[in-house]
């Protein structure tokens, strides 16, 4: 399956992109843009700012999927957690997680697919969840590139249980049919 990546990681620290709205970081320390496929700005807030740590921001041109904003402000809420957020010692969201969890949903969603919950893992992870149309698919995002995936279809009784890798064909077609069932 061929698409286009979400975002792009640029370092602001030089403003070589040539974007006048970005704080002053100074020399310590840095800002990460993330340019984002029809897009006019996406950042994370600059972390010495008040208000959450991280902050992923999405001005997006024309009219964007009905997922992103409501995964965007999950993800938002996501990365606000403090350490120990459950009180039994959880790590805090790591936003190169957030990042590519939302960077997944572009790449693998169609505008028909309603929009996941975003859950918090203990482990500062991200998992994505659809218990609709008759599938039940939980996505859990450990690291970059370091997904499992659990799928029960209620309707044929398929399941499945995974680690998925850089072949995403097995998800893809998962989302492909709860698509299809709308």
Same mark, same amino acid.
């Given at each position: 399956?061929?698409?286009?990546?979400?975002?792009?990681?640029?370092?602001?620290? #030089?403003?070589?992109?040539?974007?006048?709205?970005?704080?002053? +970081?100074?020399?310590?320390?840095?800002?990460?843009?993330?340019?984002?496929?029809?897009?006019?700005?996406?950042?994370?807030?600059? &972390?010495?700012?008040?208000?959450?740590?991280?902050?992923?921001? =999405?001005?997006?041109?024309?009219?964007?999927?009905? *997922?992103?904003?409501?995964? =965007?402000?999950?993800?938002?809420?996501?990365?606000?957690?403090?350490?120990?957020?459950?009180?039994?010692?959880? #790590?805090?969201?790591?936003?190169?997680?957030?990042?590519?969890?939302?960077?997944?949903?572009?790449?693998?969603?169609?505008? +028909?697919?309603?929009?996941?919950?975003?859950? &918090?893992?203990?482990?500062?992870? =991200?998992?994505?969840? *659809?218990?609709?149309?008759?599938?039940?698919?939980?996505?859990?995002?450990?690291?970059?590139?370091?997904?499992?995936?659990?799928?029960?279809?209620?309707?044929?009784?398929?399941? *499945?249980?995974?680690?998925? +890798?850089?072949?995403?064909? #097995?998800?893809?077609? +998962?989302?492909?049919?709860?698509? #299809?069932?709308?």
């Amino acid at each position: 399956m061929s698409s286009l990546s979400l975002l792009t990681q640029h370092d602001v620290r #030089r403003n070589s992109n040539g974007f006048g709205w970005f704080p002053d +970081t100074g020399s310590a320390g840095g800002l990460n843009h993330y340019s984002v496929s029809g897009a006019t700005q996406s950042h994370f807030d600059d &972390p010495r700012s008040s208000g959450p740590e991280y902050r992923i921001v =999405v001005d997006y041109k024309g009219e964007a999927p009905r *997922w992103l904003e409501p995964a =965007v402000q999950a993800l938002n809420e996501l990365l606000s957690l403090p350490a120990n957020w459950d009180s039994y010692g959880a #790590r805090p969201i790591d936003p190169k997680i957030a990042i590519f969890s939302l960077q997944l949903l572009a790449e693998m969603m169609s505008p +028909t697919i309603p929009a996941p919950l975003v859950i &918090p893992t203990n482990r500062g992870g =991200v998992q994505l969840e *659809w218990h609709t149309r008759g599938i039940d698919l939980e996505i859990e995002i450990q690291q970059p590139g370091r997904i499992s995936a659990c799928y029960e279809d209620h309707r044929s009784g398929d399941e *499945w249980e995974e680690e998925l +890798t850089s072949d995403l064909t #097995r998800l893809s077609d +998962t989302l492909l049919e709860l698509s #299809r069932r709308g």
